[in-house]
């Protein structure tokens, strides 16, 4: 922990902006340098340009790619695109805005010329894709943005038609054609000056279509103060309309759009990161928690949500996914009888005793958003959640509202859990404990090399010959999701009481253990040493 964790960022701990844009535009990757190379995680391709990582040439035949991509899928609607606040997406959207103008790729941007949180981008798509809109053709999209990432970084990821994170054949092949197009000169990339585009209100056409998703009507009778803070990020414009159009006692905590994040206090490792699931990010807004009913937090692209309450500050994403759940499947009487609860399989197990509790089905998948995105669409899965706070669930009817996660849906349903309720999801969470336990979970790093992490990709649970786990004997070892037999990447056992999952970091030479325990703070310790002992000897180290 740093120990500025929490305090006012300094000057020095600010990034040059002219230097960053500088080194996008004068630095050239070497794609043999997988430091170097367009990977795409979970969430697009992310990096800095001062590491050589996030560059103009990255964004030319990362675009070009999805620009090939797109006539081998057989797509020929518009390209919907938009960024967030951070210093490198605009320019990353002028280059390529340069190629798909090239490729004569119709594009759709914003029509105020602002930023758009990830979640509109999900939103538009789908409605020009929806049956009732009529057309022909199909629409997909690019969002630039790292997300709640550091100020240097920037980040680029595409959207298919269903409107949610590519999937990971179409990743790979993206990632695998941009490398090869940098690795030869550019000479396939179609690059001119970018020419005007067709434009989309993104903002006005999600906003005024929360009621279908949220009881506005509910929150404004309520007249309950609502503090929203965007964190310097893309939807700062869209919580001044959402209080306008539908009443609401709302205050933009903050309206500041900063690419170097002056504002934000540091996280737990003293970087500025709008993570608006830390406690130390958000200092400013649980320091000012009790003039507000409700406060909440998005971060840069608005795909994450924190929600801060008078009684207890900042809540643990798990608790208010499970708070959000049982509130969903008790009052949206129009999703199916038989709709499924999403979580991925590091989530808290609260959410299971939960689903359990509603008589509902857990669909329980890897880490990634994109495994909810068939089910969000059919309506077989009413809601989709992971433990780093990003969600999204259906509308009213049962029908699909984004396939991306969207934290500005769940920011808005804390206030209308208040004023349904008349208790916050602090409060409600509170009962679940009582009635279900108190669960310990925390989230820990453990050194691996390279080989080391690709080794535990691929572990087996059968590779694991421990039978026992604090104290408990294991009832399961996971190495693909109950939900859809998906591999994990990774493992996770399982007691009565406690559970464990690792998996390798994309990043860093650490592999990562998530744990929790039914019975307390000490028991979770002595999960997390077993759980190191137990993969390191599987992996040898």
């Not at 009962?431 to 925390?442: A, N």
Request: glycine share 10%; net charge negative; with cysteine.
């Amino acid at each position: 922990m740093n120990e500025r964790a929490g305090l006012q960022a300094l000057p020095e701990d600010l990034v040059d902006i002219d230097a960053l844009v500088g080194a996008y535009y004068e630095l050239t990757p070497d794609v043999t340098n997988p430091e170097q190379k367009v990977i795409f995680g979970t969430s697009g391709h992310r990096g800095s340009s001062l590491d050589t990582a996030f560059n103009e040439n990255h964004i030319l035949a990362i675009t070009q790619a999805i620009v090939e991509y797109r006539a081998v899928q057989g797509i020929t609607g518009p390209l919907f695109i938009g960024r967030d606040t951070h210093g490198l997406s605009k320019p990353a959207e002028d280059t390529a805005l340069e190629v798909l103008s090239a490729n004569g790729v119709t594009v759709w941007t914003d029509s105020r010329g602002s930023y758009t949180p990830t979640p509109a981008v999900s939103h538009a798509i789908l409605r020009y894709n929806h049956a009732e809109a009529g057309h022909s053709d199909q629409a997909d999209g690019i969002v630039i943005t790292p997300s709640h990432n550091p100020p240097r970084d920037g980040g680029f990821k595409y959207n298919p038609p269903h409107g949610g994170p590519a999937d990971s054949d179409a990743t790979s092949w993206i990632a695998n054609r941009a490398n090869d197009i940098i690795a030869a000169g550019l000479v396939d990339v179609l690059r001119g000056e970018a020419q005007p585009t067709d434009t989309y209100d993104f903002r006005e056409n999600y906003v005024s279509d929360l009621s279908r998703v949220i009881d506005m009507t509910k929150i404004a009778e309520s007249g309950i103060h609502i503090g929203a803070d965007p964190l310097g990020g893309a939807s700062v414009e869209y919580w001044e309309l959402i209080g306008e159009r539908y009443g609401l006692n709302l205050d933009v905590v903050n309206t500041v759009v900063d690419p170097q994040w002056a504002f934000m206090t540091l996280d737990w490792d003293g970087k500025i990161r709008m993570d608006c699931s830390s406690p130390y990010a958000m200092a400013s807004l649980v320091a000012n928690k009790d003039a507000y009913d409700i406060s909440t937090g998005n971060d840069a692209d608005a795909d994450r949500h924190g929600i801060v309450t008078p009684d207890s500050g900042i809540m643990n994403p798990n608790h208010y996914l499970a708070v959000a759940i049982q509130y969903l499947y008790t009052h949206r009487t129009g999703w199916r009888a038989d709709a499924a609860i999403g979580k991925t399989l590091v989530s808290s197990t609260m959410i299971d005793r939960v689903a359990a509790s509603l008589g509902r089905r857990l669909w329980e998948v890897p880490v990634g958003f994109k495994w909810f995105v068939p089910g969000l669409i059919d309506g077989s899965v009413a809601f989709g959640g992971e433990e780093s706070a990003g969600a999204s669930f259906l509308r009213f009817d049962g029908s699909v509202w984004t396939t991306d996660k969207d934290g500005i849906i769940l920011a808005l349903l804390a206030s209308e859990i208040l004023a349904v309720t008349g208790k916050t999801p602090s409060q409600h969470y509170a009962d679940l404990v009582e009635k279900f336990g108190d669960p310990v979970y925390e989230r820990v790093d453990a050194a691996a090399t390279k080989a080391q992490k690709a080794q535990l990709g691929k572990l087996d649970g059968d590779d694991i010959p421990a039978d026992t786990l604090a104290g408990e004997p294991i009832t399961a070892k996971l190495s693909r999701a109950p939900g859809n037999d998906a591999a994990v990447g990774g493992v996770k056992v399982t007691t009565d009481h406690a559970w464990f999952a690792a998996r390798p970091s994309g990043t860093e030479d650490v592999y990562k253990i998530y744990a929790e325990s039914f019975l307390g703070p000490k028991h979770l310790k002595e999960v997390q040493a077993e759980a190191k002992r137990i993969v390191d000897g599987a992996l040898g180290a």
